[in-house]
């Protein structure tokens, strides 16, 4: 270019720089907005499944007007800023036709002054019309790839924040587990969820192999939050967890959870048949022992009313009551016959007399098996042999049922409060 002539390769290169400095300000701009697009669509989805679920709290509460301004909030940045990215968007498209166009003209305007004055040939005033159409429809391809590369990166930005969250190690098996009898120790165990607020100051028991051990106590007074650390849901902050003399953490994850079968608060099940959220992912399972198992549990009707037995399919939780959603868990806890039994308020959604039917079934599971309840209706752990009263994550009274009321404790204290409830 430069050798054809050199003020009209000046004024190509002149245009090529004054378009690349208007696409990037359009873009920094537009950077902006489709990172706020992208935050707001987040926003827009989680509030929208979480109405969804919760619709019928909402609704109770009367929170429809509520829910709608919150909506109306995210909705109106959401516009706004899809508006702004948009506009901004196509006025880089258009900003690059625009600079070819006035490029073109330029440089036909000072081609014909130049050629009036001898300077140049026709020719080269050709050539230059054309290599500022090259130059200038790379701009307009750059610029429309700039608008799509912003919102990937924008996406990207938040898919790499979930992705940079550091993974768990993986673990190698260092123990044998396979001959576990059951001896449970807490050993000076502290732990908070979060760094600043702690949950469990320096608490310690031995569980001898086979004993079934219960723990009572207030409401948030850290139960669940002792079986997450003895499950390896949560590490402990100071001291240690052992199983039969063998830290927890010498284990990994997998033959920790192995050993214990677990009923909790939570009941979780999953799309499928009945037959296999019961049995989940075990495949040796008769129908005797299921027959057997359901019985114990109490949902032998249940079963025989639905059309298709244990090959109906759940569809979704609210098809099943809360009561019977603990049968099926507690029946899933049986079927895996495990070495220990955790049973986390497990019984606390059924009527009095399932809840009969379903200690008498967890008893005979839990016979000769370690195993831990945590129960806030105190008849259903008054036969432990050993009780342990925990408030604010320590432990304040241990020991048998008769032992604990002699003592005129706490657990007296949780024990009248029941009975003042029951005589009313
Ligand atoms: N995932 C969590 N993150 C932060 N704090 C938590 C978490 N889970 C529980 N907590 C807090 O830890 C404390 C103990 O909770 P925990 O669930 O162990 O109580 P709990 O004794 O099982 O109570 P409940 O009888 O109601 O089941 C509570 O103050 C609770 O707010
Ligand atoms: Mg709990």
Not at 338 to 355: G, H, N, Q, R, Y
């Amino acid at each position: 270019m430069a050798f054809l002539n050199i003020p009209l390769t000046l004024l190509s290169i002149a245009i090529a720089g004054v378009g690349f400095l208007m696409i990037q300000t359009v873009a920094k701009h537009t950077q902006k907005y489709v990172r706020t697009q992208q935050k707001s669509l987040g926003q827009m989805n989680g509030l929208v499944e979480e109405q969804y679920s919760g619709h019928s709290i909402v609704t109770i509460y009367a929170g429809q007007k509520e829910a709608m301004e919150r909506f109306d909030r995210i909705n109106e940045t959401l516009g706004h800023t899809a508006f702004r990215s948009q506009f901004l968007g196509s006025i880089s498209n258009h900003l690059s036709g625009l600079i070819s166009n006035v490029g073109y003209v330029l440089i036909c305007v000072s081609g014909a002054l130049l050629y009036l004055n001898g300077a140049i040939h026709f020719g080269t005033i050709i050539a230059f019309m054309i290599y500022v159409k090259m130059f200038t429809g790379a701009f307009s391809q750059l610029s429309s790839a700039v608008v799509s590369m912003q919102s990937v990166a924008a996406a990207a930005e938040r898919v790499f924040i979930f992705l940079g969250y550091g993974e768990m190690p993986v673990e190698e098996e260092k123990v044998d587990v396979s001959n576990v009898k059951g001896l449970v120790e807490f050993k000076d165990v502290h732990f908070g969820y979060d760094e600043d607020r702690q949950i469990i100051h320096g608490f310690s028991i031995r569980v001898e192999p086979g004993q079934k051990v219960a723990i009572v106590g207030p409401t948030g007074a850290g139960k669940t939050t002792l079986i997450n650390l003895l499950m390896r849901f949560y590490e402990v902050g100071s001291g240690d967890i052992s199983i039969d003399g063998i830290s927890i953490r010498d284990m990994t994850r997998h033959q920790v959870r192995g050993l214990f079968g677990m009923v909790l608060q939570e009941t979780w099940m999953f799309e499928g048949t009945l037959r296999e959220n019961i049995v989940f992912n075990r495949t040796d399972v008769s129908d005797e022992k299921l027959d057997e198992v359901c019985k114990a549990v109490g949902l032998q009707h249940f079963i025989a009313s639905l059309p298709k037995g244990y090959d109906t399919p759940i569809k979704d939780d609210s098809s099943i009551s809360m009561g019977q959603r603990q049968q099926i868990t507690i029946a899933r806890a049986m079927i895996d016959d495990p070495k220990m039994v955790i049973l986390d308020e497990a019984t606390s959604s059924v009527d009095p007399l399932t809840e009969k039917l379903i200690k008498e079934a967890t008893d005979r599971m839990m016979d000769s098996r370690t195993s831990f309840i945590i129960a806030h209706r105190l008849s259903t752990i008054m036969d432990a042999d050993l009780i342990i009263v925990v408030k604010d994550g320590s432990i304040v009274e241990t020991g048998r049922h008769e032992e604990l009321l002699r003592k005129k404790g706490a657990y007296k204290e949780l024990f009248d409060s029941q009975f003042d409830v029951s005589s009313d």
